[in-house]
T-cell receptor, first 108, second 112 residues
Framework: DQQVKQNSPSLSVQEGRISILNCDYT??????FLWYKKYPAEGPTFLIS?????DKNEDGRFTVFLNKSAKHLSLHIVPSQPGDSAVYFC???????FGKGTSLLVTP | KAGVTQTPRYLIKTRGQQVTLSCSPI?????VSWYQQTPGQGLQFLFE???????NKGNFPGRFSGRQFSNSRSEMNVSTLELGDSALYLC???????????FGEGSWLTVV
């Protein structure tokens, strides 16, 4: 049973525009959330995280928003760049339940 | 410092065989977790070890097992391989669960 869901398997955004990747979870016990980026044939790399005591965390072009009441988090990338084209996974702690990933394609 | 190292990087096995994959965590990291990635399935959690003890386990059959040594290095073993076991197996380490984790490049297993 998937406790972390990424319902959009793919997303295409033009360079310079905003990319919004969404993630929903079902377990209200999760209290720490992470986003990972994965390029083909490589392992995922940590991108940004957020604790449940916050509703927003920003790191450069990347911002993660958390809506605990809706059990929803989103990753915003502004402005999007072609190098951001990758698969993005959201994860929730403790047992690191991963969503199935969203493949982002940023077109020039 | 050196990252998470996984060996072998690529291997091919036949159905019914068993395989052992190795993971050397970042120096000082005591938590090692294993994941399986197959096309269309995303990452699925296998298990997590901390100080030689399995602390968490995902929903995989008993054919999948692991262990951790006193130097925090970890191995995972898959017995009686099936075609569906073909996947990228990723290992990750962290100082402890709940903290930033670092992934290795993975071991690509193909079962024929």
């Amino acid at each position: 049973d998937q406790q972390v869901k990424q319902n959009s398997p793919s997303l295409s955004v033009q360079e310079g525009r905003i990319s919004i990747l969404n993630c929903d979870y079902t377990n209200s016990m999760f209290d720490y959330f992470l986003w990972y980026k994965k390029y083909p044939a490589e392992g995922p790399t940590f991108l940004i995280s957020i604790s449940s005591i916050k509703d927003k965390n920003e790191d450069g072009r990347f911002t993660v928003f958390l809506n605990k009441s809706a059990k929803h988090l989103s990753l915003h990338i502004v402005p999007s760049q072609p190098g951001d084209s990758a698969v993005y996974f959201c994860a929730a702690l403790y047992a690191l339940n991963f969503g199935k990933g969203t493949s982002l394609l940023v077109t020039p | 410092k050196a990252g998470v190292t996984q060996t072998p990087r690529y291997l091919i096995k036949t159905r019914g065989q068993q395989v052992t994959l190795s993971c050397s965590p970042i120096s000082g990291h005591r938590s090692v977790s294993w994941y399986q990635q197959t096309p269309g399935q995303g990452l699925q959690f296998l298990f997590e070890y901390f100080s030689e003890t399995q602390r968490n386990k995902g929903n995989f059959p008993g054919r999948f097992s692991g262990r951790q040594f006193s130097n925090s290095r970890s191995e995972m073993n898959v017995s009686t391989l099936e075609l569906g076991d073909s996947a990228l197996y990723l290992c990750a380490s962290s100082l402890d669960a709940g903290l930033t984790i670092y992934f290795g490049e993975g071991s690509w297993l193909t079962v024929v």
